[in-house]
């Protein structure tokens, strides 16, 4: 989840004749051409791996805005029994999002360093039987506008794959990206995701690698998308609507929020959202209150959403997980849960292979912050999200 700005940034295209560095640049070279060249296939990802795809969690803080970032701190940030927790709970995987800046030295190549610790803590969580898709979560790059950081991903997909090898390719996960704009320039990102996608594949041949579509990770970029010819890769989406309920309209700092937290869900009439409407004079977010109530979201709106997703996977006879879904702590709890329970029956119902929540550490989640210890997880979401809740 990343914040979204109101215009997306223009295209640069990709330099000629560019290629990646390296001496693996020849066998790059000839998998991507492979990979345009070879017919559409049938996805067949080992049905072992889908079911380890299939109940997930963010783990946000970790390598992303990390309280510290000395190795110290990156190497402890989560013990194992929080990990071991979340396993006996009934998720089987964590989505980990890994900053690329913090991989990054000061010329901005790959830090050998920082990567070990990284690979370390994916064979840690793996260890737990839990497992992990990995993927870099930028909070500083604009890849359609700069080629030094269309090579910078390339690169660090170069250095992490190879580190990556002795793991288990049943348990590991290789993200291409998290949430990449490139509005209305499919063509740009597809070009740039299947060079990426050829540099993991030149070091991890038997990888399930996790790709995406354009207008951060939403279901109208997923749609978009067209699939790549390689039957061992998973299609990811994200989903956080309606935001002005889910995240109280976080994408303007100008609404009331306070009087967003007082949304319905579900709507079943025009008059449930009398008490937010009542709770503020910013005709802005009196506006906003309006609009939500009058496209009455409920289960059913909920499932025509995902529906979308899944039928193009059926349609394109690929899989497809939701890579993120949430919702915010200040709704009231009951609000909450029922959006959260909703949305995971709807993929469900829709034969999404998987979902993972955002997040573990993240106030859309169960806002858990580390510390040492093992906090314990909020039964009443475990239930929302059809998990044990024993814990």
Known sequence: MTSRPPHPPSVSPPPAGARPAGRRWAAALLVGLALLLAPAARAEVPAARLHTLARGVNLTNWFRFPPRTDDAALRGYIDDGELAQLHRAGFSFVRLAVQPELMLDHAGRPEARRLAILVAAIARIERQGLGVMVGWHPQTWHLEQSLAEQQQLQDLWGALAERLRPLDPAMTFPEVMNEPIYDHQEPA?????????????????????????????????????????????????????????????????????????????????????????????????????RFYCSEHWDAARLRGLVAQAADWGRRNQVPVIAGEFGASKDLPAATRLAWIGDMRRAFEAEGIIGWALWGYDDSMGFNIHPHGGTPPLDPALLRALGLSGRE
């Open 189 to 289: 990102w597809e070009a740039l995701q299947l060079k990426v996608l050829a540099r993991i594949r030149a070091a991890l041949p038997r990888a399930t690698v996790i790709l995406t579509g354009i207008h951060w990770d939403a279901i109208d970029g997923l749609v978009q998308l067209h699939p790549v010819a390689d039957d061992n890769v998973v299609y990811s989406f994200h989903t956080y609507d309606p935001p002005t309920l889910t995240t109280l309209g976080g994408f303007d700092a100008a609404f009331d929020h306070l009087a967003l937290s007082r949304l319905p869900y579900p709507v079943r009439g025009k008059d449930d959202c009398r008490l937010a409407e009542d709770s503020t004079t910013q005709r802005r977010t009196i506006e906003a209150i």
